[in-house]
C-alpha cells in the first residue's frame, strides 16, 4: 500500500536532488529516506531514481510518475485543509508579504475579512514588489507570482490559472488607436515597472516577445496601473489586477488573441513545519477567493 510520507519524499527528493537535503527538511535520516524510496519502488515495481555516489536524477519511470504524485498530494492536502478548515481559535503572529497591486486591492479586504473570523490572531501585513527574503525579513509567508524556482521553499497554489493580459484605458486608445498586432507595441507609450531590480519591458505574448518602451516607469506595479487608469499608456499586468477595472470598463483587453505570460500566484513558506493551523487555513481561504475571479476563459 503506498504511503504519503513515501509519496511527499520522493517529491521532495526530486526537488532537492538528494536524500540528505530531503531527510533535513522532514528531519529525519538520510537512511530513513532512502528506505521510503525503495519501499515506494518496490510498491510500484520501477525504479524512480538512478543513483551514483555523486548524483541522484529521475528514470524515465520516474520523471512520468511524478506529476502523478504531486497531484496526489495536493488533492491530499487540500482535503486535509478542507476538513481542518473549522473556526477554532487561531492564536499568535501571522506576517504575511504580498506584492503591492494585488496586496492592495485584493489580500487587504480579504485578510481584513478573515481577521475578523479569527479576532484572536494578529496579523502582519507587508506590501513589497521586490521578493520577500525569508532569512532575513520578518515574513512567515509571501504571496508570490510565478512559479517557486527555490526547492528548498513549499509554494501551495492559489492562483494556478492565472496569466497577463495586455489592457489600456477607453481614453488612450481613443487618442492613440489600437494595437492591432504585438509589433504595434513599439510604436505606443507603454506603461513599464521593476520586476527583480530590472525594467520589465519584454513583453511574451504567445510565441513572441515584444521589447516596448515608454515614459513613465514605477518601482510600484500599482502605480502603473493607475497610470493606465488615468489613459497615460499601455500595460501589461496579471488579470487578477486588472480583472475589476475591466469588468467596470475602465480597461480594454488588447490582443486578445495572443495569449500572456502565466503568472500562477502561490503561497510561499521556507519550511514545512511553519505549515500551522494559521497558514493552512489562511491559504483555504484566499484560494477559495481567488477561484470567484477565475474568468471561463482566460485571455
Known sequence: ?????????????????SFTAAAHEADLLPGQVAAAIKRLERDLDVRLFARTTRSLRLTAEGELYLPTAQRVLDTLRQGHEQLHASHSTLRGVLQVSAPSDIGRNLLLPWLSAFRREHPALSLRFFLSDQMADFSRDPVDIAIRYGLNQDANYIALPLAPWNRRVVVAAPGYLARHGRPRTPDDL????????????????????????????????????????????????????????????????????????????????????????QLSPAVTQLHLWLRERFATLQPAQLF
Open 1 to 17: 500500500m503506498l504511503r504519503f510520507t513515501d509519496l511527499e519524499l520522493f517529491v521532495r527528493s526530486s526537488a532537492l536532488g
Open 186 to 273: 513599439q510604436q505606443h507609450d507603454c506603461l513599464l515597472y521593476l520586476q527583480h531590480n530590472r525594467v520589465y519591458d519584454k513583453w511574451q505574448l504567445g510565441n513572441r516577445t515584444v521589447q516596448v518602451r515608454g515614459p513613465l516607469v514605477s518601482d510600484d506595479a500599482d502605480v502603473v496601473r493607475r497610470w493606465a487608469l488615468e489613459g497615460e499608456g499601455i500595460v501589461y499586468k496579471s488579470w487578477l489586477d486588472v480583472s475589476a477595472n475591466i469588468a467596470a470598463g475602465e480597461l480594454e483587453i488588447l490582443l486578445p488573441e495572443h495569449q500572456g505570460e502565466a503568472t500562477p500566484v502561490t503561497l510561499v513558506c521556507p519550511h514545512r513545519k
